[in-house]
């Protein structure tokens, strides 16, 4: 029977989830493995005294990382400590020391998996991540091996569980984002700063990693566009609703020759699209590559157990395997030079607007909107507000962004404001 000694750094939402499934799963581990045994040897924590999810002996709680690190019977270290720092110089210590690393860190991996991959790969060792990008969903893997004979073209995701969470309450229920937003923090699904999930960064470091990878080439995070949900009011969801969308927040990244394009944004898909009825924490990634063609993945993509199942797995390939597979792009700080970022992409739009309830009005947006070539889809108008302006929304037909944005920016805020503008995709 071989025995694989592993050091953890973190034991919290993820780490005792990750303790619980290794403990409650060690004979089918066994018997899957050739006898393999997994034995934990040090969890380093900040708090050694406070209370936790799992029954981690008080003996192997640690605040030194040196003794998870440095410790010579530790040959994989799992990360599960959250942020850039020092997670990333942790890790890169294990790696220095010949430990493989297992991480779940999105934040550090999209930052650093330069340096990171670059330690491994001299190190010989191996950096493993699936956890890092929608929990349960092998997502990760799917792109590296199973559909490793496609050319990607574009991938569409809901990749934050948090946001999904809040967003299917909002929709279902009319309710309100401060409310929903403390449930998905008790649930444990909301990162330890709730503001990288709410803000759209959390599925931006996700869409860089996925995107690399697809792409084959260095999508870093700074190229992504990204715009969270905190502005979002029960208003546009119900009036989307009406006119039959469903609001999700999307992670897209689409190439057409060397274009490409990476963006997280809120977007009104109509209720019909798979996307659609994906609620809740769950996660999806609908992809089109060249010789797979269409293919929707979906899974828990928060909470202890389901990321603790990416987690596992990955230590048990990692013990198991003969090499270390790496990336062969060039995993630079830059973007890789032979992809062109496009930011100027073609989308529908929703456009909420308050405008004054005069005759001559509606002619005045229709026209603003069309100098700039962007024309009108649909048309719906609301009661009387309160100070004589009415609500009005409008939803384009496909126009290019920066033709949308010159296009409001003409309009006379003395006859309409423009309330909000969220993008629409078929
Ligand atoms: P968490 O509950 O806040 O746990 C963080 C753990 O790391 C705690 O045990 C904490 O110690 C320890 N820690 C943090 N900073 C430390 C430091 N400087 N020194 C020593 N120990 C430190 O976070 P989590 O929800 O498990 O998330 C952990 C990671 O998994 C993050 O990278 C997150 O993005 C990723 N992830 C989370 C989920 C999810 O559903 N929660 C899903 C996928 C990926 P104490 O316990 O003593 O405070
Ligand atoms: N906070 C993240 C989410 C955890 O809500 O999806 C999983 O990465």
């Known amino acids: 029977m071989k025995e694989v000694i592993i050091g953890f750094l973190g034991c919290g939402n993820v780490g005792g989830g990750v303790w619980n499934l290794l403990d ?78 297992v991480t779940a860190n999105k934040v550090a991996l999209a930052l650093n998996w330069h340096r990171l991959q670059a330690e491994a790969q001299d190190k010989n060792v191996g950096l493993y991540y699936e956890a890092s990008v929608c929990g349960a969903i092998p997502i990760i893997n799917v792109l590296q091996n199973s559909l490793q004979a496609n050319r990607i073209g574009h991938m569409m995701g809901i990749i934050n569980g948090t946001t999904n969470y809040i967003l299917s309450r909002m929709y279902e229920n009319g309710e309100d984002y401060q409310d929903v937003l403390g449930d998905a923090q008790r649930l444990g699904l909301a990162e330890p700063n709730p503001a990288a999930d709410v803000e759209g960064l959390d599925a931006a470091y996700k869409l860089s990693i996925m995107a690399s990878l697809a792409f084959h080439g260095r999508v870093p995070f700074p190229k992504v566009y990204t715009e969270g949900i905190t502005k979002l009011t029960a208003m546009d969801i119900s009036c989307g609703k009406e006119m039959g969308y469903v609001l999700k927040l999307l992670a897209i990244a689409k190439r057409e020759n060397n274009t490409v394009q990476v963006r997280v944004h809120p977007t009104f898909l109509p209720a019909t699209h798979p996307l659609s009825s994906v609620n809740g924490s769950f996660n999806a990634v609908y992809l089109q590559g060249h010789a797979c063609q269409e293919m929707m993945l979906q899974g828990r993509g928060a909470g202890d157990m389901p990321t603790a199942s990416a987690v596992v797995s990955d230590i048990l390939r990692a013990a198991t395997a003969e090499i270390h597979l790496h990336p062969t792009f060039a995993n630079t700080a830059e973007a890789d030079p032979s992809l062109i970022f496009n930011d100027n992409w073609q989308s529908q739009y929703f456009i909420r607007l308050s405008a004054e309830d005069k005759p001559g009005v509606l002619a005045k947006i229709a026209g603003w909107l069309a100098q700039k070539d962007v024309s009108i889809a649909t048309m719906l108008q609301k009661g009387k507000a309160d100070d004589d302006r009415v609500p009005l929304i409008i939803v384009t037909h496909a126009a290019p962004e920066k033709s949308l944005r010159k296009a409001l920016e003409s309009f006379d805020a003395q006859l309409c404001t423009v309330e909000s503008v969220i993008r629409v995709e078929a």
């Not at 934990?40 to 900040?46: A, C, F, M, S, Y």
């Open 24 to 101: 409650n799963f060690r004979k089918e581990i066994a018997h899957r493995n050739n006898g393999l045994s997994i034995k934990v040897k040090k969890v380093l924590v900040r708090d050694v005294n406070k209370a936790r999810s799992c029954a981690v002996p008080a003996e192997l709680l640690t605040t030194d990382v040196e003794e998870v690190v440095s410790d010579p019977d530790i040959s994989i270290v799992v990360e599960f400590m959250g942020g850039e720092q020092p997670a990333t110089e942790y890790m890169l210590r294990a790696l220095r020391a010949g430990k493989t690393v």
